[in-house]
DNA sequence: ATGGCCCTTGGTATCGTTACCGGGCGGGCG
DNA sequence: CGCCCGCCCGGTAACGATACCAAGGGCCAT
């Protein structure tokens, strides 16, 4: 209709249906003492006049928001988009709305962002790692609500944490190479340490090397983080060149890993015949890669769920401690590496 | 510190700066006339109490929220994302945040989260598609607020548009098919009409085919949307069982092209040899994959910083009648069909 | 010296909803 | 028959910041 007018109110549907602006607002809570019969007749004079309730009034007012904050590195990553999908979805029906924003794998970027979140108040919030500055944790230690952290197992965690070791995962991955007699593993990863995670993966691959008796230093970086399928094509080609004796490779993801094993595939290299490849997280293109790509499944949808989890008790006071939610990543061999 | 107290407000970083509330709000604004050293002052007895700005009472009192809503249909969907990423860089330096909901690609799913969204009074709102229910349609035309459709261009916009012609698109690639010779051609897409986008596709092939008088009936329904790598190979392998004879293949997206190429590598058939492969969306697996697929860039990117732009033209005044911007996606031929 | 302007600061009312308290009315029970 | 309780509804104040109006002080020009 028009566009110019000023918006309607509970006030103005209230007059139109001949009750208080009080009974209004009963009407739009759900569990609500309202007779069902004023009710509809108070849903319908509002749908008439085109109102629209008003959160940023209730929100003030109640002192409640219905937000979860949630901070994730990357919106372009199948991992996180899938524990986004799994915090919305555990989230949805309490009528539990997101309020998203990225990082950039960059923690002055999430300091940045934090503020910028907890400024809206939001119920309880998610954040992706458990490394921040010093002043991102003081904002969260003071905010008073539910903190989540994910995809890591900090030592000293703000709040509650659900997520996996990133350096076990990745001796887990070196032992399977190791039993199956490869010995000359190569690993290829971001060069900053600004993705924490990427950074974990390539120590606990150094560590778990040196455990083995084995060389750790062939190290390939491949660029800033996050690094894709064409920066792990890339690393590829240049650790065949440098490094021909490579017998196996471990990617810091399944993209980069992919990349690799394209990069095999134009030069003419067997996998596994000659190299074998693994990757991490258990992206789609792991499973229909031929031969199918070698991974660790983060269970990322399971993080989110069980993080949303988390949020309802303790908002519905039956967690009242921090809680350790360890997520057990899983070995997945498949050709690419036997 | 403590968890228990009250949030300290605005009032309280006054008293311990010795200043007025009035000259508080001022402090936390960007381009508001208070002296540097009262500034300083302010915000560092800020700091020292922990308080943390309220957007709540703030939102209220300005009519200002600082959102803009945005749908999509999938988190996880790396063109989607793509979108966000470029809505998002493009309003941030305005302060702007963005509400991000998911449809799952259900125009009924559309028309709650719509009107969720719009109880957080966003600035502006960008949804995907240019199909929407009666009420969703009537949410929008009565906000108030720009409403920008996206990936489609619809014939009765509700206001501006950033998109293109999924049909045309597709008739392009055919075109390109056919030019080379190609006359039996499948496409492979989802089954349900959900996806209007992937509709728009398949309904461009078929009319595409007719026009070039060539059968239009190799369509292989590959299971719900978004259909993905795996439904990709199984349709390719369907395809192959019941029209071996099929020269080419026009899939919804990349990745469900990708899929079919893995299958095809699985039974031995050659790419583009045999048969030619293409795909939607400019993925990046379709550069990476070996063959690297034929594709369509629609420039998601693009369309997501040109309908950022377009808000804040809008919200300035720069920009006062409906836009219609229109993205041209690019043909990339490559390997997998020459 | 006085008027006027800019810069900085304060006071008051208000955004639209809901927490809290209170009251009318009808029905069940002693 | 009276009392109590539960259901439904209304009035008032308040959530915390800011729009709006106003004023004090310093400085320049007349």
């Given at each position: 209709m028009s566009t110019a007018r000023k918006a309607p109110t509970m006030a103005d549907v209230a007059r139109l249906a001949g009750v208080s602006p009080m009974t209004v607002?009963?009407?739009?809570?759900?569990?609500?003492?309202?007779?069902?019969?004023?009710?509809?007749?108070?849903?319908?004079?509002?749908?008439?006049?085109?109102?629209?309730?008003?959160?940023t009034a209730s929100n003030l007012r109640s002192q409640k928001t219905d937000f979860v904050a949630v901070t994730i590195p990357s919106i372009n990553n199948a991992n996180f988009a899938e524990t986004l999908r799994g915090l919305s979805d555990g989230l949805k029906d309490r009528g539990l709305q997101i309020l998203l924003g990225y990082t950039d794998y960059d923690i002055a970027e999430e300091e940045r962002l934090v503020e910028q979140l907890l400024r809206r108040r939001p119920e309880a919030i998610v954040v992706t790692g458990g490394r921040h500055t010093a002043r991102t944790r003081r904002l969260l230690e003071n905010a008073a609500i539910p903190v989540i952290?994910?995809?890591?197992?900090?030592?000293?965690?703000i709040g509650h944490v659900v997520g996996f070791s990133n350096a076990a995962a990745v001796r887990g991955m070196v032992d399977h190479f190791v039993a199956r007699g490869l010995?000359?593993?190569?690993?290829?990863?971001?060069?900053?340490?600004?993705?924490?995670?990427?950074?974990?993966?390539?120590?606990?691959?150094?560590?778990?090397?040196?455990?083995?008796?084995?060389?750790?230093?062939?190290?390939?970086?491949?660029?800033a983080p996050p690094i894709s399928m064409r920066e792990g094509a890339a690393a590829m080609g240049r650790l065949l060149d440098t490094l021909p004796d490579t017998e196996a490779v471990i990617a810091v993801?399944?993209?980069?890993?992919?990349?690799?094993?394209?990069?095999?595939?134009?030069r003419g290299v067997a996998v596994p015949g000659r190299i074998s490849i693994a990757g991490?997280?258990?992206?789609?293109?792991?499973?229909?890669?031929?031969?199918?790509?070698?991974?660790?499944?983060?269970?990322?949808?399971?993080i989110g769920s069980r993080a949303a989890g988390l949020?309802?008790?303790?908002?519905?006071g039956r967690q009242t401690t921090p809680a350790r939610v360890?997520?057990?990543?899983?070995?997945l061999i498949r050709a690419s590496s036997r």
């Open positions: 607002s009963r009407a739009f809570k759900r569990d609500s003492s309202v007779s069902e019969t004023t009710r509809e007749a108070i849903l319908q004079a509002a749908d008439s006049i085109g109102y629209v309730f008003d959160s952290e994910t995809w890591d197992l900090p030592d000293a965690p010995t000359r593993i190569a690993f290829i990863g971001g060069d900053a340490d600004r993705d924490t995670r990427g950074t974990d993966r390539r120590e606990g691959f150094i560590a778990a090397m040196r455990a083995h008796g084995l060389d750790a230093t062939r190290l390939i970086a491949a660029g993801s399944d993209l980069s890993a992919f990349g690799a094993l394209t990069e095999c595939q134009r991490f997280g258990d992206y789609e293109i792991a499973e229909v890669a031929v031969p199918a790509l070698t991974t660790l499944n983060p269970f990322p949808r399971e949020i309802l008790d303790v908002l519905d360890e997520i057990r990543p899983e070995l």
